[in-house]
């Protein structure tokens, strides 16, 4: 029988790896089987070089995923910093990317879609936060280490020989603000998305997307 489908959104830190590693042992439905996974990474070139991308390529070869694709998208993502409220931009810059990932999961006859999220981590990462973010897709997001301890997800990335290659600072947070909102609502985060094309955001970063095989 084959295995269910998800796109895994890994952006050369540590728990991404982890946790699309946790869904491809384990996976979800009657059988348990572990899903297959398609790897997306974003990147915000022209703001960065491609060494996130290359991080990233490089664990999901260790992983055994066969796909790997990358949307080059720092000028739309650029935009949002320079039209919405700066405090907000880790929200908008992750309902555009699940909106993104949910365009090419349909593509690859992904089912779900597997996040490293990971509660209070990260400014944007509050249940609120969340929740707000989650509502831009229809797609069902998985988040296998959301509850983790961080030094348990480290000890993970150890174990499964990811972590050497995930450490270092994260470019996703390149353009963020200094002090990001903790709290939002679906109609402040609409509202601030009223100020630019969404659907541009994403046909224009749809035009920068490249598949390669592992």
């Excluded at 996130?52 to 790997?68: D, T, Y």
């Excluded at 929200?91 to 490293?116: D, H, M, P, S, W």
């Excluded at 961080?150 to 000890?155: D, Q, W």
Aim: aromatic share 6%; net charge positive.
């Amino acid at each position: 029988m084959a295995k269910e489908k998800a796109l895994l959104l890994i952006s050369g830190g540590i728990d991404s790896p982890v946790a699309g590693w946790m869904m491809m042992k384990k996976g979800i439905g009657k059988d348990k089987q572990g899903l297959e996974i398609v790897a997306l990474h974003f990147s915000v070139e022209p703001f960065s070089d491609n060494s996130p991308e290359l991080k990233s390529k490089k664990v999901s070869k260790h992983l055994g995923i066969k796909k790997f694709i990358t949307v080059t998208n720092g000028k739309q993502q650029a935009i949002l910093t320079k039209k919405c409220d700066h405090r907000f931009y880790y929200i908008l810059q992750r309902r555009l990317f699940l909106r993104i990932a949910e365009v090419i999961a349909k593509k690859e006859n992904c089912k779900y879609l597997i996040t490293g999220d990971n509660i209070g981590q990260v400014g944007s990462q509050t249940l609120k936060n969340m929740e707000v973010i989650s509502s831009a897709v229809k797609i069902p997001i998985l988040r296998p280490i959301l509850t983790n301890d961080k030094n348990y997800t480290v000890e993970v990335a150890k174990k499964i020989k990811t972590f050497e290659d995930s450490i270092g600072p994260e470019i996703c947070s390149i353009l963020g603000p200094s002090n990001p909102a903790t709290k939002s609502t679906v109609k402040r985060i609409e509202w601030e998305e009223s100020k630019i094309d969404v659907n541009e955001l994403i046909s224009e970063s749809m035009k920068d997307m490249r598949i390669d095989k592992l």
